[in-house]
């Protein structure tokens, strides 16, 4: 049973910053892309950053600069650093891994969310 299990979102004033972690669990065979995405009540789940395989990163505008993700792939874990932040960054926070859990399967699997929130 594949999990993806997050951590480190929390309260923080604007300006402030914040580490989030996503290890994933389980039998699997490989990980391709790891990603972070976010949702408001208001808007739909969108991309915040992605890192593939190869290390190659796509940020979202609104993030470029602020934001950084990596991995390490010897723990299977994805993380994402978060700086200057801003009210507007206020959001539920999703892991997403597109990954194999056999030789002959792949799929794309989620986080259980956390909350990041950002105010004074």
């Known amino acids: 049973q594949v999990q993806l299990v997050e951590s480190g979102g929390g309260l923080v004033q604007p300006g402030g910053s914040l580490r989030l972690s996503c290890a994933v669990s389980?039998?699997?065979?490989?990980?391709?892309?790891m990603g972070w995405y976010r949702q408001t009540p208001e808007n739909e789940r969108d991309l915040v950053a992605d890192?593939?395989?190869?290390?190659?990163?796509t940020y979202a505008d609104s993030v470029k600069g602020r934001f950084t993700i990596s991995r390490d792939n010897a723990k299977n874990t994805v993380y994402l650093q978060m700086n200057n932040l801003k009210p507007e960054d206020t959001a539920i926070y999703y892991c997403?891994?597109?990954?194999?859990?056999?030789?002959?399967?792949?799929?794309?699997?989620w986080g259980q969310g956390t909350q990041v929130t950002v105010s004074s």
């Open positions: 997403n891994a597109d990954l194999n859990p056999s030789y002959y399967s792949r799929g794309d699997y």
């Open positions: 389980g039998s699997i065979f490989g990980i391709n892309a």
């Open positions: 890192i593939e395989g190869s290390g190659v990163t």
